[in-house]
């Protein structure tokens, strides 16, 4: 059986939807702070916190756990900067626990939710898992932490890991029954198509005289159930091989802000309202993968690349 931890979130209920559909058993682990038991639509589900080590090992005994698959987390990068404290907690503090609990239980299988946030400022585009990491806030360090306990974890205990290093996750699952429900929405699909659905006061660019191609800041979009994917193959691979590893999950292409926004124009047929402000602190012009070493070792391909069809999929859910 698989433990989901904060499964009940974005991207956690789309891998869930996926291993049940190729036959695993899973176990949803979640506090629902972030996520909606809505969501929870296959295996089954434990409410628990990870800050409570009695209520992990409760899960731990009631199924028989193989593998982690760990997604809950504090991930606002500005709030992250504002109290630290509540992020160190949650990614790092409360992780260790669940850690713990796996070498009590002899679990050794694990699948990090990792973030590019961890590689800063990029000096190469694009960015290779064998790039530098430097975050340049305490989400990103408290992601990076748990990526260096790791290390020490299967060095010490044998707890093989893979780190997943997303990018920007995006788009829904197609039935239209799960996808992107953040509290508050930071991401930029999301705010784009509430902006075209008058559900803001516009969408804000921060930041119209980077050096790209027209002024605002590019990223790399993967679309949740391409993610998904890649955290099956990652496992099977995890299993197969029993060695620890990183892979950046990213669809190799930039689209700035702009870009966004005009895909959006299209599908809605409307004109809405785009405010310029300022830069924000902290973000790097460019972030766009390298996702070479996941294609050739995971033999991972992303199926929803196009990002016409992403946006699409994330109108869908949102207009639904
Ligand atoms: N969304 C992205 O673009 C993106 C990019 C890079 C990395 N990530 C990472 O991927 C992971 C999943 O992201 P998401 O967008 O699905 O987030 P999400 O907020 O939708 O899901 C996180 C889930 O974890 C649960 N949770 C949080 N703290 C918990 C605790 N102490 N105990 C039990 N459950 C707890 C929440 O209730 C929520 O259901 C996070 O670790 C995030 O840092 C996300």
């Not at 290779?128 to 990526?147: C, V, W």
């Not at 016409?308 to 949102?318: L, P, V």
Request: aromatic share 12%.
């Amino acid at each position: 059986m698989i433990l989901i931890v904060g499964g009940a979130g974005y991207i956690g209920s789309h891998v869930n939807k996926l291993l049940v559909k190729e036959g695993h058993k899973t176990v949803i682990f979640d506090n629902l702070s972030q996520g909606y038991k809505e969501f929870v639509r296959w295996g089954e589900f434990v409410l628990g916190d990870l800050a409570n080590k009695e209520q992990i090992r409760h899960c731990f005994h009631k199924y028989s756990i193989n593998a982690v698959m760990h997604f809950s987390a504090f991930a606002y990068v500005g709030e992250s900067v504002i109290d630290p404290a509540k992020y160190y907690l949650n990614n790092v503090a409360y992780t260790l626990n669940l850690l713990e609990v796996m070498r009590e239980f002899g679990v050794n299988y694990f699948i990090f939710s990792s973030t590019c946030a961890t590689y800063g400022i990029p000096k190469e585009i694009p960015i290779a898992e064998k790039h530098f990491q430097k975050p340049i806030n305490p989400y990103g360090r408290s992601k990076l932490m748990i990526e260096e306990i790791l290390r020490d974890y299967d060095k010490a205990y044998g707890i093989k890991h893979i780190n997943l290093r997303y990018f920007n996750a995006a788009g829904a699952d197609l039935d239209g029954k799960i996808g992107e429900w953040h509290n508050p929405e930071t991401h930029l699909i999301p705010l784009v198509i509430y902006a075209a659905l008058h559900k803001n006061d516009g969408i804000r660019l921060f930041g119209t005289d980077y050096p790209t191609k027209d002024g605002t800041c590019m990223r790399d979009y993967i679309h949740v159930n391409d993610l998904a994917d890649a955290h099956i193959k990652a496992l099977n691979y995890l299993i197969s091989t029993n060695k620890s590893d990183s892979f950046n999950l990213g669809n190799g292409t930039g689209y700035s802000v702009r870009e966004i926004i005009e895909v959006v124009r299209k599908i809605n047929g409307k004109e809405f309202n785009v405010i310029e402000s300022g830069k924000r602190e902290g973000d790097p012009p460019i972030l766009i993968a390298s996702n070479n070493k996941s294609m050739d070792i995971l033999s991972w391909r992303p199926q929803y690349a196009d990002i016409k069809t992403i946006i699409e999929t994330a109108w869908r859910w949102h207009t639904r």
